[in-house]
């Protein structure tokens, strides 16, 4: 009896402590090594990062020096996902993340930003800019060496106010990767491109 409760308890201590164990936050090398895997190879060094401290806290790992902005993963979040966007698309990005900060749902997000763009609040740019987005499951991302495995990599370029007929885009992809136009003719319009996912397994090139 005694035995049984002596493995339950170890059991139970085991468990406890690989859930933290996971649940640990990434070094902020290992947030500002993974966050510019978004980027293109040639922007990674001297892009700015956003990632978290030991509490948690949205917080700068790194000022930048070029025209590129990384997110970190967010380890509260299932998965992993880095994302790196060009800085004239901050003010918009940021207003986002204050939203969400204050509990806004997504489509009241939609509006607000929509309505203060229009207001003359903040600016979009003028010209296209681009996001890039990397993705991973959660056991093919490593947090104490930042090594990350079948990745995806996905794209998005804002054009605001664009619409099918201005850019020749559908509304929809017709064939794997191809490019399409979302939110057409509103401050966040955006051509997607998704290309198809290999089937090969590999790394995100460090």
Not at 37 to 57: H, Q, S, T
Not at 71 to 88: E, N, Q, T, V
Not at 114 to 125: F, I, N, R, T
Not at 156 to 174: C, D, F, H, R
Request: charged share 25%.
């Amino acid at each position: 009896m005694k035995t049984g409760l002596l493995i339950a308890a170890l059991s139970t201590v085991s468990a406890a402590a690989f859930a933290q164990g996971t649940s640990a936050q990434p070094s902020p090398e290992i947030q500002i090594k993974t966050a510019v895997l978004a980027a293109p190879a040639d922007k990674r060094d001297g892009a700015m990062v956003y990632g978290y401290d030991a509490k948690g806290a949205f917080v700068v790992l790194r000022k930048g020096t070029n025209d590129m902005v990384c997110l970190a993963d967010d380890p509260a979040k299932k998965g992993f996902s880095a994302s790196c966007y060009h800085r004239d698309l901050e003010p918009f990005m940021k207003r986002g993340r204050e939203l969400q900060q204050e509990g806004k749902k997504p489509g009241d997000v939609l509006t607000i930003r929509e309505q203060e763009v229009k207001a003359g609040k903040w600016k979009m740019p003028k010209q296209p800019t681009t996001l890039y987005v990397l993705s991973a499951k959660d056991e093919n991302y490593d947090q104490a060496t930042g090594d990350v495995k079948d990745t995806y990599l996905r794209y998005v370029v804002y054009i605001p106010y664009a619409t099918a007929e201005s850019t020749g885009l559908p509304l929809k992809p017709e064939a794997p990767g191809m490019p399409w136009i979302m939110d057409p003719g509103t401050h966040r319009a955006h051509i997607m491109i998704n290309p198809p996912q290999s089937t090969t397994p590999s790394a995100a090139k460090q």
